[in-house]
């Protein structure tokens, strides 16, 4: 049997515990990238493949296993060209220059601004040179996201470059089935929404949501950073996002306060919540991503070449964000939706993708296997966390939970750190008043729990980041 060690996360198989999640940052910082590293996952399954995770690390001393142990390396990524990224891209690319087996880059995408200028790339050119010149070594050509992407590595001297889009679109094959539901939203209307910190503070997306907010009462908005699930789950605001107050996942915003906020850790809840929305619209692309899985109409509203690009390339309905009207109202956006190209030129996209992968030596499940039933079957055989809700403080059960994992935690952490110790002894006390008589919706109880824990909590959530 083949096997494909795949860059990602966690496998989609993984039921992992919501604290636990958060600790090992399984999302590698954006929930966004397991809708893409999921659908790679299920694609390249077969009878004759197997895929494991490599829980998102790059070990370059791990070359000799990885070449013992594996037949192919597979690194779907998103927007990798860009200047935060090029330590992990240095580090990948030293990786890949140890292999001897073939490595596949199903989608990488260069992020710039909206009028796809490379200049502020120009630094780190050479990173990229290196990267895309140790992939092309080991395969026949690197897919990529969009236009501006190609034209990119191409105004470098790359021929072998495929424009294929992003793998997560591909999840369901050749059939995508998005339709609207309504002709029109009227105030009763269950609608997504989703952005970036940056959109939200200075890209005009905050006042969109507000008044959307105020227009429909079951708006929802759905975060996807390891920031956004800390503020909901721990009430941790020691990230610099946390600045950011204007964001739903904040515990001052009234969306969080009226529990219409989640994150999720887990691509198959994230859509499955999805399919009962009439519509989702925000910057994340890959937000949106995943409400066109679940059937449910989405506008991307960008602010960047790659999700432009994205959007171009799969004729998804998008706007550009700096050019939207602060009294901008989500059932403008769903009037204009048109669908037609996305539906439309699905199949010969999932064609060009297939084609990408036979090119590079990748069988596939919708060519090669039973089209994903036996992944379908297995991963709803799994019981997987809800998304993550805002920090309720009557929810006592809840809480005693969450504290349960961290006293285990702080164990960990405290054999030789004496006032850890001491901390641990105070969680203790309060854990036992949670679960105990008298326990139970108290507000007293749960000041104590937040004063006993409050200092391991945040050196458990630091520990966490390391």
Request: charged share 25%.
């Amino acid at each position: 049997m083949k096997r494909i060690l795949l860059r990602s996360g966690k496998s989609p198989y993984d039921v992992i515990p919501l604290e636990e999640a958060l600790h090992q940052d399984v999302i590698a910082t954006n929930s966004g990238n397991l809708i893409f590293s999921d659908a790679a996952h299920k694609i390249l399954e077969t009878p004759r493949t197997e895929v494991v995770s490599n829980g998102i690390r790059t070990d370059v001393s791990a070359a000799g296993r990885i070449n013992e142990e594996f037949d192919a390396f597979v690194v779907p990524l998103a927007n990798a060209f860009r200047p935060s990224f090029e330590p992990q891209l240095r580090r990948l690319t030293r990786l890949i220059r140890k292999l001897k087996i073939p490595v596949v880059v199903p989608g990488i995408g260069a992020q710039t601004g909206l009028g796809y200028n490379p200049a502020r790339l120009k630094p780190m050119e050479p990173s990229v040179r290196d990267f895309v010149s140790a992939v092309l070594d080991h395969s026949a050509s690197i897919g990529v996201r969009g236009e501006f992407t190609e034209r990119y590595l191409k105004d470098m001297g790359f021929k072998d470059v495929e424009v294929i889009g992003c793998p997560s679109l591909f999840m369901h094959g050749k059939d995508l089935d998005v339709r609207k539901r309504a002709e029109s939203l009227g105030p009763e209307a269950r609608i997504a929404v989703n952005g970036s910190h940056s959109a939200v503070k200075s890209q005009g997306l905050g006042h969109v949501i507000d008044r959307a907010h105020a227009r429909y009462p079951h708006l929802r908005f759905i975060g996807q950073n390891l920031s956004d699930a800390r503020q909901l789950h721990w009430r941790d605001l020691s990230d610099s996002n946390a600045a950011v107050t204007a964001m739903p996942t904040h515990p001052d915003h009234p969306m969080y306060r009226e529990d219409k906020v989640r994150v999720y850790i887990d691509p198959v809840t994230w859509i499955d919540d999805l399919r009962d929305f009439d519509f989702s619209f925000g910057s994340r692309i890959h937000g949106n991503i995943a409400a066109l899985l679940a059937g449910t109409p989405a506008t991307v509203l960008c602010g960047d070449s790659r999700t432009l690009e994205l959007c171009r390339y799969f004729g998804i309905p998008h706007r550009q964000i700096t050019k939207l009207p602060e009294d901008l109202d989500p059932a403008e956006l769903y009037a204009e939706a048109d669908f037609s190209s996305l539906t439309g030129g699905h199949q010969e996209r999932f064609e060009r993708f297939i084609g990408f992968l036979d090119r590079n030596g990748l069988e596939n499940t919708f060519t090669h296997g039973d089209a994903g039933a036996a992944y379908e079957e297995r991963i709803r055989s799994l019981r997987f966390p809800p998304g993550i809700r805002p920090w309720n403080e009557t929810d006592i059960a809840s809480l005693s939970a969450r504290f349960g994992w961290l006293q285990t935690r702080i164990t960990e952490l405290s054999t030789d750190n004496a006032q850890l110790r001491r901390d641990l002894a105070r969680a203790g006390k309060v854990s036992k008043a949670l679960a105990g008589p008298g326990g139970t919706g108290e507000r007293s109880v749960y000041r104590r729990a937040r004063r006993a824990v409050g200092r391991p909590l945040r050196k458990a959530l630091q520990s966490g980041r390391q």
